[in-house]
T-cell receptor, first 112, second 115 residues
Framework: KQEVTQIPAALSVPEGENLVLNCSFT??????LQWFRQDPGKGLTSLLL?????REQTSGRLNASLDKSSGRSTLYIAASQPGDSATYLC???????????FGTGTLLAVQP | DTEVTQTPKHLVMGMTNKKSLKCEQH?????MYWYKQKAKKPPELMFV???????INESVPSRFSPECPNSSLLNLHLHALQPEDSALYLC??????????????FGPGTRLTVL
C-alpha cells in the first residue's frame, strides 16, 4: 500500500527565509506528482504539477522537484512571506491504485 | 473559467434530515471526485465519476449517494447522517480519469456539521 510522508510535520520560520518541504513515497512507482496549498477551512489550491516526463516545475518563488528513483519530492519556497502560511500537501498518482494519494501535510507558519 | 464551485459553503443538519451538496465545473473536465476531509488530516477519496459514470466507490456508507446529472455537475445526496460524518467535503475535477496526467483541481469545500 502506497504511503506518503511529509517532513517536517510543522515548520515555523521568520519572513524572508528560504525553505524546503519534503515528501517521500513508500512505493516509488508514481508517475505524476502534485503540490497543493490549503488555508484553514478552505479547499486545496494546486501549486505545481510534475508530470511523468518532467523532473521539476517552477512557478514564481516555488520550485518542486521529483526523483522517482528514490520516491522523493521537494518543494522549495524562496524568500518566504507571511502570506505563505498554510498547510502544504503533496499528492502522487500511480502505483497499484492509480489514485491520488495524499501526504500527511506540512503546516507552515511564516512569522513577520 | 478555471474554477470548481461548491454550494453551500456551510451546512448544518440533523440526523433525520435529507440534504444535498452541489459541485460545478466549466473546464470541460471529464472526471469529478468527492473527498471527505477531517480536521488536520489529508482528504479521503469517496467517489469518482469518469465520463458521467461512477467508476469508484471507496466503500462509502449508503447514507451518502452521489449523482452526476451531466459532465459539469456533481451532487452528493445526504440522508440519515451521523455526527461523525461532520467534515469538510471537497469536490475536485480533472481533465481525464484517474491517470492524473493533468492534475486535479479542487473546489472551496462545504463544511458539514451533523447534530
Amino acid at each position: 500500500k502506497q504511503e506518503v510522508t511529509q517532513i517536517p510535520a510543522a515548520l515555523s520560520v521568520p519572513e524572508g527565509e528560504n525553505l524546503v518541504l519534503n515528501c517521500s513515497f513508500t512505493d516509488s512507482a508514481i508517475y505524476n506528482l502534485q503540490w497543493f496549498r490549503q488555508d484553514p477551512g478552505k479547499g486545496l489550491t494546486s501549486l505545481l504539477l510534475i508530470q511523468s516526463s518532467q523532473r521539476e516545475q517552477t512557478s514564481g518563488r516555488l520550485n518542486a522537484s521529483l526523483d522517482k528513483s528514490s520516491g522523493r519530492s521537494t518543494l522549495y519556497i524562496a524568500a518566504s512571506q507571511p502570506g505563505d502560511s498554510a498547510t502544504y500537501l503533496c499528492a502522487g498518482y500511480g502505483g497499484a491504485t492509480n489514485k491520488l494519494i495524499f501526504g500527511t501535510g506540512t503546516l507552515l507558519a511564516v512569522q513577520p | 473559467d478555471t474554477e470548481v464551485t461548491q454550494t453551500p459553503k456551510h451546512l448544518v443538519m440533523g440526523m433525520t434530515n435529507k440534504k444535498s451538496l452541489k459541485c460545478e465545473q466549466h473546464m470541460g473536465h471529464r472526471a469529478m471526485y468527492w473527498y471527505k476531509q477531517k480536521a488536520k488530516k489529508p482528504p479521503e477519496l469517496m467517489f469518482v465519476y469518469s465520463y458521467e459514470k461512477l467508476s469508484i466507490n471507496e466503500s462509502v456508507p449508503s447514507r451518502f449517494s452521489p449523482e452526476c446529472p451531466n459532465s459539469s455537475l456533481l451532487n452528493l445526496h445526504l440522508h440519515a447522517l451521523q455526527p461523525e460524518d461532520s467534515a469538510l467535503y471537497l469536490c475536485a475535477s480533472s481533465q481525464e480519469g484517474l491517470a492524473g496526467g493533468y492534475g486535479q483541481f479542487f473546489g472551496p469545500g462545504t463544511r458539514l456539521t451533523v447534530l
